[in-house]
């Protein structure tokens, strides 16, 4: 188990620069100091809050590792905590990690597809005609009980995602979409129900599978308008996010969004993404 020591040499590695309430104050003051560094922060409130979540994470996997894993070693352990003690020893940290866990699931699917062969899955969801076409219309539902159900988790709130209301929300039976600054990002419930971070890279090389014509695609892709550029969800916190801009409003682009990707690629996608052994080919990763 990790001593309490080595807890505050990891606290004090990770925290070294984050700015540090001045002693004396009072919890109105203390309180006011606090909201005056998060806005103070490079890149504002919203970055402070992240930082202080990654760093957050760090601390929980690096005494993990301490009690039961390659840390257990007191020299490997040292040379950790002088790593994350500095920006860049923490960036090269993390890309260990997400290296690390990326094998592992590499390996996972693997040894899932050796036990039983893998089939295309089932759409994830059936598209509601109704639904679809009122987003190709541009007939706003407003926030609803996914919006709701999305809205109240944890991770959200930490982060603030929906601190800033988006300009429209299209409701549907499967999670939302929102419109924000040119943005159309899309919130899958069964995404957000098992780990939205999870699902970011996978979501991306499902996309790209399903409109690049890739011989491991479909035998008729569906190229996106060349006005719209596919991105992770990270920016938004949501499944994926598709950058449109001006051509928001163009009502051939949003009918593509509605009656192709939503109503037949979406569903499609999100099966092949959360269904585990679905091992998507290197080009698209």
């Known amino acids: ?105 590499v390996t996972e699917r693997l040894l899932a597809r050796v036990q039983r062969p893998w089939t295309e899955p089932e759409p994830l969801f059936v598209p509601d005609p109704l639904e679809v076409q009122r987003f190709v219309l541009a007939q706003a539902s407003g926030p609803g009980p996914m919006y709701a159900e999305y809205g109240a988790r944890e991770d959200v709130r930490q982060i603030g995602v929906l601190e800033q209301p988006p300009e429209q929300v299209h409701e549907f039976a499967w999670g939302f979409v929102t419109e924000d600054q040119g943005d159309w990002n899309f919130y899958l419930a069964e995404v957000w129900r098992q780990g939205t971070v999870g699902y970011f890279e996978r979501f991306l090389s499902a996309v790209q599978l399903e409109t690049t014509g890739l011989p491991e695609g ?63 080919p290197e080009r698209v990763q």
Not at 72 to 98: H, P, Q, W, Y
Not at 233 to 248: D, E, M, Q, V
Not at 254 to 270: Q, S, Y
Request: negative net charge.
């Open 218 to 280: 479909p035998a008729a892709a569906s190229p996106m308008p060349a006005c719209l550029t596919l991105d992770v969800g990270i920016g938004a916190f949501s499944s994926l996010t598709l950058h449109a801009g001006a051509s928001l409003a163009d009502p051939d682009v949003r009918r593509w969004v509605g009656e192709v990707f939503i109503a037949g690629l979406l569903p499609r996608m999100a099966a092949r993404v959360l269904d585990e052994r679905c091992d998507f």
């Open 1 to 105: 188990m990790a001593s309490d020591l080595d807890t505050v040499r990891v606290l004090r590695a990770l925290f070294n620069d984050m700015p540090r309430a001045p002693q004396g104050l009072t919890h109105l003051e203390t309180m006011a100091w606090i909201k005056q560094s998060m806005n103070d922060f490079e890149g504002g409130d919203m970055a402070y809050t992240i930082e202080h979540i990654t760093r957050n994470a760090m601390l929980d996997i690096v005494l993990r590792m301490r009690e039961d894993g390659p840390l257990a070693d007191d020299a490997a352990f040292d040379e950790i905590v002088a790593l994350i003690s500095t920006k860049e020893g923490r960036s090269t940290f993390m890309d260990r990690c997400i290296q690390a866990q990326k094998s592992n699931a």
